[in-house]
């Protein structure tokens, strides 16, 4: 085989552009290498470095002494007195709130002059209730009667500071014990508004670089506390898993191809639904966020007190163990008949929120007399409970049952809901319009309450929530009711129905 030699350089170039690349670096090299003329050596020796001095000086100077250039005023002609009168007549100021719509003008202000309970009186008139959370009877308590008059005398009617500036009491840190002992967690933490529980606790945990995935259906407070968070919001269909696997699916799918920084990761839901009524599969959720990674924050506002053996909410409900849920947030103001809220879990957790809790931190604490009515109405809860469970599971159910006859309203919810005493009862078919449906319940409202006594409430929402459910008559059974109530109520309903629906 013959051999094959690389050629040089030099064969492929001219002798004359040989000559003339070898003088060039030839030059360069004497140039530039020690002892040579522009060799930085030699250039500092032969002071060249105080021209280049010289020349920043010059140019800082400058910099320094020129002048600074105003922007000239425009002259303008101030205006006369006749144009500023003219433009103060042609101004027109935007309103503060928009109109109020057909339904909004036609619901009447009506005033309870008596206990909020399954029996009211309502502009002076017995009625019978079905707007109150009362699920239990609470807010009739003899003995929290006498326990609050007793607090009152002793600590007066406010606490007058945050919890953390002398806002503190013994009554607060008694029920805060209490609160934890009946939840089965380590520790918990009072907050003085209900609403702002919740809406507080999401931005205690989650911020900017966190991920929070909710139910597109949860309340007003949820929604605030995850826009307070900024973190990024994703929603799936209401009480749907397939979508929510879908959504966490996407995620880590996500994360995959960009290899994201761990971050914080929250499933948020209620245990049972204000705006629907009924409940979340927390079982299947518990499943989907072990399997993800994700934590767990279950609102249990409407649940605590309902569901469960022992009354701790829709988590119990489903045999899922205290600890199992990492944070878990409820309203100490519908069947436990008091104010404020509280949010229980581990310790760590909840410490973490007497310096991070904006409800806690900033909001004075909740009086001391209601402090101590609640721990009345939890000891209630520990010994009458069960029963009085039992009779709600029945009459939510009974109720349910009886709605599901009333010609042109459909109860929202399946079986699955049978326990909830939240009823939705929307119109079937569907209206035109939300204005049109909204304006059609709040008459039926109005003629059941006049006719027949019974109080009934449409379902309201804030104009700037992310979603609003179809208009709906919201039912509140408690286990004060008897049979006679329920029937009396969808009797009711089913000639308001009759009556006022268009033909």
């Known amino acids: 085989m013959a051999s094959h030699t690389v050629p040089a350089v030099g064969e492929f170039l001219p002798r004359d552009a040989l000559a003339w690349v070898e003088e060039i670096i030839s030059t360069a090299w004497t140039t530039f290498k020690p002892g040579g003329r522009l060799h930085p050596q030699t250039f500092i020796e032969s002071k060249g470095h105080l021209v280049v001095e010289a020349i ?9 002494f020129q002048g600074r250039q105003k922007p000239q005023r425009r002259k303008e ?11 103060c007549e042609e101004w027109q100021p935007e309103p503060l709130v928009g109109k109020l719509t057909a339904a909004q003008a036609a619901r009447p202000p009506h005033v309870i002059t008596s206990v909020s309970g399954y029996s009211v ?17 609470f807010s009739n308590l003899e003995q929290g009667r006498q326990v609050c008059e007793e607090a009152i005398h002793k600590y007066g009617v406010g606490a007058c500071g945050p919890r953390g500036f002398y806002g503190t009491m013994d009554v607060h840190l008694e029920l805060e014990a209490e609160i934890a002992r009946f939840m089965g967690a380590e520790e918990a933490i009072l907050y003085s508004y209900d609403i702002a529980t919740i809406s507080s606790i999401i931005p205690a945990f989650a911020n900017a670089k966190d991920l929070i995935v909710c139910d597109e259906a949860v309340n007003y407070s949820i929604q605030t506390g995850c826009s307070l968070s900024r973190a990024r919001l994703l929603t799936f269909k209401h009480s749907d898993l397939a979508d ?7 995620v880590a799918a996500e ?6 920084p761990l971050n914080r990761r929250f499933i948020v839901v209620e245990g049972i639904y204000a705006s629907l009524g009924d409940m979340a599969p927390l079982k299947e959720l518990m ?10 924050i279950v609102d249990e506002s409407l649940s605590l007190g ?3 053996q022992h009354g701790r909410g829709a988590a119990e409900h489903f045999g899922i163990p205290p600890t199992a849920v990492e944070i878990v947030g409820a309203s100490l103001g519908t069947a436990l008949a008091c104010i404020g809220g509280f949010c229980s879990g581990n310790r760590e957790m909840v410490d973490h929120q007497r310096l991070s809790g904006l409800g806690y931190c900033f909001s004075a604490s909740s009086p001391p007399y209601t402090a101590k009515v609640t721990l009345e109405t939890f000891r209630a809860l520990r010994e009458e409970g069960p029963g009085l469970r039992e009779r709600l599971a029945a009459n939510a159910a009974a109720f349910r049952a009886l709605a599901a006859g009333v010609p042109g309203l459909r109860v929202v919810g399946g079986e699955a809901a049978a326990a909830s005493p939240v009823v939705h009862l929307q119109l079937d078919p569907a209206p035109a319009t939300y204005e049109e449906g909204d304006l059609l319940l709040e008459r039926v409202v109005a003629h059941v309450l006049k006719h027949h006594s019974i109080l009934l409430a449409t379902a309201k929402y804030s104009s700037v929530e992310n979603r609003r459910p179809p208009p709906s008559i919201r039912v509140l059974v408690t286990a004060l009711h008897e049979p006679r109530h329920l029937q009396a109520a969808t009797t009711a309903l089913t000639e308001a129905m009759a009556a006022l629906r268009p033909r």
């Open 287 to 296: 499943a989907l966020k072990e399997k993800f990674k994700y934590r767990l």
């Open 244 to 250: 929510l696997q879908r959504v966490l699916e996407k």
């Open 306 to 308: 309902v569901l469960g």
């Open 121 to 137: 009186e309502v502009d002076g008139k017995p009625a019978t209730s079905f707007a109150s959370t009362d699920f239990l009877g």
């Open 255 to 260: 994360d995959k191809r960009s290899r994201k």
């Open 56 to 64: 920043l000086l010059a140019l800082i100077s400058y910099l320094l």
């Open 77 to 87: 002609r101030p205006l006369s007195k006749e144009e500023v009168d003219e433009l």
